[in-house]
């Protein structure tokens, strides 16, 4: 994957439907996608901070999946559903890396300040440096 100022970032998945509705509860949907990848970013197109998660991912080789919430069918759920996972608001972006949940803006910039969140995305093979 390359890096882009504009247009998508690394892989988006698809929804799952069943003709207009998107079945199964949406914390479970979260912790499927989330141990599908080795990186996914629950992200809202329009946030600055979710944009910044995805170009220090993408600046540092990672190759995230990024689930767009105001793209999907049962996104207004889904944010509700990380609201009470993590306990705050607001809530977006969300990192999971290797299906384990790292956080918020705050506490994944806090571990790849400290030099926590390289040894995790090795770990999580998500780096190939």
Not at 53 to 61: A, D, S
Not at 99 to 126: F, R, Y
Request: glycine share 8%; with cysteine; aromatic share 6%.
């Amino acid at each position: 994957m390359h890096c882009q100022t504009t247009g998508s970032w690394g892989y988006y998945m698809p929804t799952t439907r069943t003709s207009t509705v998107v079945v199964g509860d949406p914390l479970e949907r979260i912790e499927r996608l989330a141990s599908e990848k080795a990186v996914v970013i629950f992200s809202v197109s329009s946030c600055c901070m979710c944009h910044a998660i995805k170009r220090l991912f993408c600046g540092m080789g990672v190759n995230p999946t990024v689930i767009e919430l105001d793209e999907e069918p049962r996104g207004r759920d889904m944010v509700k559903a990380l609201i009470r996972l993590l306990g705050t608001s607001p809530v977006v972006p969300v990192v999971f890396i290797g299906g384990k949940l790292v956080g918020a803006m705050d506490t994944v910039m806090a571990s790849h300040i400290n030099g926590t969140l390289v040894p995790l995305l090795n770990q999580a093979v998500a780096l190939w440096l």
